[in-house]
């Protein structure tokens, strides 16, 4: 079976295909397979698992070209941004790669075309496609057009920035204590320029503040505080 409208795809890819298969095993989910009774394209799921590992080797290449003097937590905190789930996402809308998806008739009843995690994983078999057609520069040309330039400009400077409440979490888990809890304390100045006031109680054994122009500033500084206590205390151990 051919896909309907591939060309129309492949000018929203600013790639063209030599092998067509490729391009449709990419856009086959396995619930078109299991409901079909005619010959298809095998799935996706064996191109995703390659996509995942060449999109990080591409942005992973990438930021270390444009940011050579961010250290390792940096550039992982990049990367993990822009290869989530959220990002890859919101690329396959930008492509209209939810129009041209073949599903099976559950999925199609539950709207697999809008679904996210069903979107990214689409996203990176496209990806690992492009990279088996042709090689991995246009793979890298393709991902830098589709991916990375709308990402950055939606992340600006926050891509590399520590994610303070991330490691809290992260820290809290490996102790086997509880999620910490977030408070505002206090809100102050006109509405354009507030500034919040946050407390974060962590598992009654810690309390900190931080300040900052919005909550989830003021939240991040509240945990790095909070990180720093907990930290000198396991080192006081």
């Known amino acids: 079976m051919v896909l309907p409208r591939l060309d129309e795809l492949e000018q929203a890819l600013g790639y063209r295909f ?3 298969s490729l391009l449709e095993r990419a856009l086959t989910h396995s619930s078109a397979v299991a409901d079909s009774g005619e010959p298809l394209p095998a799935d996706n799921e064996q191109l995703e698992y390659l996509g995942d590992a060449v ?6 290449d990438y930021l270390l070209a444009a940011f050579p003097n961010w250290s390792e937590g940096q550039l992982s905190r990049a ?9 890859l996402n919101a ?5 209209g ?5 073949l599903l099976g008739r559950g999925e199609e009843k539950t709207g697999g075309r809008r679904k996210p995690a069903l979107l ?4 990176e078999a496209l990806v690992a496609a492009i990279y088996l057609d042709a090689g991995l520069d246009p793979a890298r040309e393709f991902v830098a057009r ?17 994610d303070y409440k991330s490691e809290l979490q992260e820290l809290l888990q490996s102790c086997g204590w509880p999620a910490a809890q977030y408070q505002v304390l206090r809100e102050t100045g006109p509405d354009h320029q507030k500034t919040f006031l946050v407390k974060v109680t962590v598992a009654g054994r810690v309390t900190a503040t931080g300040a900052g122009s919005n909550k989830k500033e003021s939240e991040q500084s509240a945990a790095q505080q909070a990180l720093e206590q907990l930290r000198g205390v396991q080192a006081g151990q």
Request: no cysteine; hydrophobic share 55%; aromatic share 2%.
């Open 55 to 60: 999109l990080g080797l591409l942005v992973s």
């Open 120 to 123: 990214a994983d689409a996203f």
């Open 146 to 162: 589709a991916l990375l330039s709308a990402a950055l400009d939606a992340e600006g400077d926050r891509i590399g920035r520590a």
């Open 91 to 95: 690329a396959a809308q930008r492509l």
């Open 79 to 87: 990367r993990a941004r822009l290869v989530n789930a959220v990002s």
């Open 18 to 20: 030599r092998d067509a």
């Open 97 to 101: 790669l939810g129009e041209h998806l």
